[in-house]
């Protein structure tokens, strides 16, 4: 987490508290943007577009495919250190109660 | 395009070492009897065949538990399925690399979700989707507000003949004039296609476009009676501005994007 060490590490800018705040909004942030997959999946969707359009060839989208299939792990992966839920992977109809 | 919504309750992740006992379930179909739809299954052409109870049926075939990517070839191989089943039944499409653990596990999806799978498949009979993304050629649209808004015309006009005193100010407003004359045309353009098509279809869906060209994304439930109806008015839309704006036309689909049953699913452990 590149950006929270600058943070931790960056000059005495203000009173304490204020740095305690700032660290948790980061925080916050910092994990926002590791767990969320809807930027990764829209570019997927642009890619796509472009296929369908006739402006990149077949080679171009399965290269770069490959990289947003990289970021979509990532993604997952950060998701499950967190203990969030992901998509993907066996499920099964949960336990206790019926349908709706 | 959205699928059914799966809630996945918080679990920590099981480790995915697979058995390859696995069922990857493509959607969900009426019929009281099993059925083989041929080795066209996701992950290097397995056999794709029916788990069933009473008269609905998973339309399933075997697979290691993993997490499938998205990848072109993965989602294509999960749409050739549906669009193979869906030559013969209406079906509900299930989303993207659900993967169950075991025949059991399927078998008391649709045991649970009986109800509700019967009431969508009845909903959903002899209905079909169509996508539709407009896209349009901003410099071409621009000419054309320049054109036809006086207003615009004017300013512009007087922009360039006084070039050098010509003020910031004058600038900006001109800016702001031929952007909201876009967003109004492009309102307009949308407007048009949906009440075009309002006769031929049962429901429509506005989704998020996707880049800076785009005005439309939308999806259009059809009765399969109304297939060729529908197809001539998108033809008879394009064409009339061809000039202006890109038509993509897409499907039949399954009915992605109208089908909205939550599953309560959890991590198999």
Sequence with gaps: ?100 | MSEMETSTPQTPAPALTGSGEGKYVYCIIRLDRSRDFGEIGIGGRARVFTINHNDLAAVVSDTPIVIYDPTRENVLAHEFVNETVMREFTLIPMSFGTVFRSEKDVAVLLKSTYQAFTDVLEKMRDKIEFGLKILWDRDKVVASIERDNDEIRRLKDEITRNAASSTYFARMQLGRLVEAAMEEASNRYVAHVHDQLKDVSVASRSNKVIGDRMILNAAFLVERKDERAFDEKVKEISLKFEDLLTFKYTGPWPPYNFVNIKLKLEKAT
């Design chain 1, 1 to 100: 987490m590149g950006l929270l060490t600058n943070i931790l590490l960056a000059p005495f800018l203000g009173p304490v508290w204020g740095t305690q705040w700032t660290l948790e909004k980061v925080d916050r942030v910092v994990r926002e943007q590791l767990t969320d997959d809807t930027p990764i999946k829209e570019d997927l969707m642009a890619l796509h577009l472009q296929l369908e359009m006739g402006e990149i060839d077949d080679a171009e989208y399965v290269r770069r495919e490959a990289g947003i299939m990289e970021r979509l792990r990532e993604v997952r992966e950060w998701r499950e250190r967190f203990g969030m839920s992901t998509g993907g992977g066996p499920v099964r109809v949960a336990d206790g109660d019926e349908e709706e």
